[in-house]
């Protein structure tokens, strides 16, 4: 399934994708809602399949709505931890400066996730800003020392992170585009063939695929979890498609705060994910 998160008049409410245009969102003031369903993803997550069943039956006779016409919210509204990948592509590698021999991680803050179509906000004391293309994780079962044969049983599903970067920060507020969809694990067969797509004011500057990533993702919670304890809904963000489109373009050489957006990151299968700039 594909689950999302958007406001009604101020109210969180939980989407279910029907179409990539169209998803039925699961409001009391519109249909009938049974009694312990869901209410948040998070929830959807610590129930289980039987939770995914019970969202699937509702979605089934509800009302379908044009995706664009939502107001999204990040699907995990707020994870205990984002950890990102850094170094972890090897599409490009003239563009990679040599990492350790393990995956290379940052955290960033829960403050700094937005959705798709809210503004990213950018001060001239950033400098230059880049995007960074990113298959993230999603966690649905708790795990501490988690081995790479049983790594998957750890996973959730998937979703689009945009890890914005600049020469002096990776964590300042609205830095973690997210979303809009949460992908369950049995909608992506393999997380590491899918095409990641990122396009600046229409024009693509990379397209890339996630079978360039130097570390898997079994190799990343295996590492990861033997100094934190991974908790349902934390995210992982895989690292960056790196990968030029041709024509001298490169997320690098895409500087936000000077040409400004629109910038969209899409994954085959995920969905896509599009965020105005406004420069402060």
């Excluded at 009694?35 to 998070?42: S, Y």
């Excluded at 170094?87 to 996730?113: E, Q, W, Y």
């Excluded at 979703?159 to 369950?184: A, H, K, Q, V, Y």
Aim: hydrophobic share 40%; charged share 15%; with cysteine.
């Amino acid at each position: 399934m594909k689950l999302g998160m958007v406001s009604v008049a101020g109210v969180q409410r939980i989407a279910v994708a029907i179409t990539p245009e169209c998803a039925v969102v699961l409001d009391p003031q519109s249909m009938e809602l049974p009694a312990g369903l869901p209410v948040d993803l998070m929830a959807a997550i610590a129930g289980g399949n039987a939770a995914l069943a019970a969202l699937q039956s509702v979605a089934a006779r509800g009302s379908a709505q044009a995706v664009d016409l939502l107001h999204w919210l990040p699907p995990i509204l707020r994870p205990g931890k984002v950890v990102c990948v850094a170094l972890n592509n090897s599409a490009n590698k003239d563009r990679i400066i040599r990492g350790p021999a393990h995956p290379a991680t940052f955290i960033k803050p829960a403050s700094s996730l937005i959705c798709h179509g809210q503004p990213i906000r950018l001060r001239k004391a950033y400098g230059r800003v880049h995007p960074e293309p990113e298959l993230a994780v999603v966690i649905g079962k708790c795990g501490r020392d988690i081995n790479e044969a049983s790594a998957y049983e750890h996973v959730y599903g998937y979703t689009i992170i945009n890890d914005l970067t600049s020469p002096t920060m990776r964590e300042d507020d609205t830095f973690g585009p997210m979303g809009p969809w949460l992908c369950t694990r049995d909608e992506v067969p393999d997380p590491h063939d899918l095409t990641v797509r990122c396009l600046h004011q229409q024009r693509l500057i990379t397209e890339d695929n996630t079978r360039n990533l130097f570390y898997k993702v079994p190799q990343v919670l295996a590492y990861v979890s033997q100094y934190m304890t991974l908790e349902p809904g934390d995210i992982i963000s895989m690292g960056t498609a790196l990968k030029s489109a041709g024509g001298g373009q490169a997320v690098q050489t895409v500087d936000l705060n000077r040409l400004g957006g629109p910038i969209t990151v899409n994954i085959s299968g995920l969905g896509t994910l599009s965020n105005p700039v406004v420069c402060e």
